[in-house]
């Protein structure tokens, strides 16, 4: 292991070309042998001493780019995934999420971009009352989840975006959701839209607003939405 002195006057440890080709084998292997995307802290615990764990990542997207698998990125996750072009060649499996309604799309992108967003929220934005059976699909897909509450009367739940969301639409993060220009582009969106309508940037959902509260499991139970914990069983 070499330290170098870089211009800014901190000192970088390089490990030794050896080491840092057997790093760049196991962060593969760990990625290949998982069916989930896996966390660059996972793959950071197990690689030696010094690795640079986001180079390496990002060192074997480049080299899968132009191959019939790739690796991609999803938020600090990583996973391979056939390549789009080639998508067509693989056979869709009979146990695929079923075909989501009109209605179960329109909540899932109003979650997607207007997160952290309560029921209220979404409705006020449809302009009509959203069935518990569509935010159930949308759960069962494992594609929204209940982030928190927010600090208003009643405290309603807040709804959010998972990462198996972004990677089932093949996005890194929140910011990669196509804006106005590309929703028309693919006819997602009548030309006859109100002047100031807008799509918002999504920001990150990891973190809270201040008017949020994260939900924690005595939550889920006192809304009968998790069975009590504790009991005779």
Do not use: C
């Not at 080709?21 to 989930?36: D, N």
């Amino acid at each position: 292991m070499v330290e170098n002195e870089e211009d800014g006057g901190s000192a970088q440890m390089t490990l030794d070309p050896r080491i840092e080709l057997e790093a760049e084998r196991i962060a593969e292997a760990l990625v290949f042998a998982s069916a989930q995307p896996v966390s660059e802290g996972y793959i950071a615990a197990r690689l030696p001493q010094g690795a640079d764990v986001r180079r390496i990542m990002m060192r074997l997207k480049s080299i899968y780019a132009g191959r019939g698998v790739n690796l991609v990125q999803v938020a600090d996750y990583w996973a391979f995934r056939t390549a789009a072009d080639l998508s067509f060649v693989v056979q869709a499996d009979e146990n695929e999420v079923r075909k989501l309604s009109r209605a179960a799309l329109e909540v899932l992108a109003i979650i997607a971009y207007h997160q952290p967003v309560t029921r209220a929220e979404i409705e006020d934005i449809r302009g009509v009352q959203t069935s518990k059976g569509t935010l159930d699909v949308l759960m069962e897909a494992g594609w929204i989840r209940f982030r928190g509450r927010r600090r208003t009367p009643g405290r309603p739940v807040t709804f959010g975006s998972t990462r198996d969301f972004l990677d089932h639409f093949g996005l890194e993060e929140l910011r990669d959701l196509p804006g106005l220009e590309e929703l028309k582009g693919a006819g997602l969106l009548s030309g006859r839209i109100p002047a100031n309508f807008q799509i918002p940037v999504p920001l990150g959902d990891d973190g809270f607003g201040d008017d949020e509260d994260p939900i924690t499991q005595l939550d889920l139970e006192e809304l009968g939405l998790l069975p009590p914990s504790g009991g005779d069983g």
